[in-house]
C-alpha cells in the first residue's frame, strides 16, 4: 500500500504567517494527490487536487505544489478560520490512502 | 444544491450487523463514482471502500474486505455499507463521499454517521 507521511503532525502559527504543510509519497503517485480541511463536527472539505488545482471556492490564499515525491499545501497568509487538520488523499491505485493529517492552529 | 445524507448509523453489539445509506440529491447519481470514508474517533481519516458508476467495480480496505459490502440503486439515488460481524475497531463515523466527474478527489461529503460497535 501507498503511505502517505505528513509533516509537522501538528503546528502553530501567527495570524498572516505563511504556512506550508507537506506529503510526502511512498511510492510515485503522479498529480493524484487531493488536500482536505476538516474541522470538528463537519465533513471534510476538499481544498487541492490533482497536486496543484485549487477546489471550487477555496479561497486564492491556499496553493498546492509538487516535488518529486513531496507535496505541499501553502497558505499565504493565515486567517483564523483556517485553523483545522489537513489531510492528504492519494488517488493513484487502491487502496485510498490519507496521510495521517496536520493540525494548524493560530498561536 | 448537491446533498448526501447519511443514515443508519447507532449502537450495535460487536459480530452483528448494520446497513449504512447515503441519500444523494441535485446531481445525476448514476455519472458519479461513490465511496465511504469513516473517522474513528481521535483518529484520522480512512477510506473504507469505494463503487462504480454501474456498481460492477468495487474496492476495499483489506480490513473491511469479506465483511463489509458497498453497493449502489442507480434509481433510488442511494449509496449503501452493508457492515457484517462488526468489530470495536469498526467504531467510527462514516462519511459518504462522490468522486468528481473527470478529476480525482472526493468534491462533495455527506455530514457523517456515527457507529459505535460494544457490548
Known amino acids: 500500500d501507498i503511505q502517505l507521511t505528513q509533516s509537522p503532525s501538528s503546528m502553530s502559527a501567527s495570524l498572516g504567517d505563511r504556512v506550508s504543510l507537506t506529503c510526502q509519497s511512498s511510492q510515485g503517485i503522479g498529480n493524484y494527490l487531493s488536500w482536505y480541511q476538516h474541522k470538528p463536527g463537519k465533513p471534510p472539505k476538499p481544498m487541492i487536487y490533482y497536486a496543484t488545482n485549487l477546489a471550487d471556492g477555496v479561497p486564492s490564499r491556499f496553493s498546492g505544489s509538487r516535488s518529486g515525491s513531496d507535496y505541499s499545501l501553502t497558505i499565504s497568509s493565515l486567517e483564523s478560520e483556517d485553523t483545522a487538520i489537513y489531510y492528504c488523499l492519494q488517488y493513484d491505485e487502491y487502496p485510498l490512502t490519507f496521510g495521517s493529517g496536520t493540525k494548524l492552529e493560530i498561536k | ?119
Open chain 2, 1 to 119: 444544491e448537491v446533498q448526501l445524507v447519511e443514515s443508519g448509523g447507532g449502537l450495535v453489539q460487536p459480530g452483528r450487523s448494520l446497513k449504512l445509506s447515503c441519500a444523494a440529491s441535485g446531481f445525476t447519481f448514476s455519472n458519479y463514482g461513490m465511496a465511504w470514508v469513516c473517522q474513528a474517533p481521535t483518529k484520522g481519516l480512512e477510506w473504507v471502500a469505494s463503487i462504480s458508476t454501474g456498481g460492477g467495480n468495487t474496492y476495499y480496505r483489506d480490513s473491511v474486505k469479506g465483511r463489509f459490502t458497498i453497493s449502489r440503486d442507480n434509481a433510488k439515488n442511494t449509496l449503501y455499507l452493508q457492515m457484517d460481524s462488526l468489530r470495536s475497531e469498526d467504531t467510527a463515523t462514516y462519511y459518504c463521499a462522490r468522486l468528481n466527474l473527470g478529476a480525482d478527489y472526493f468534491d462533495y461529503w455527506g455530514q457523517g454517521v456515527m457507529v459505535t460497535v460494544s457490548s
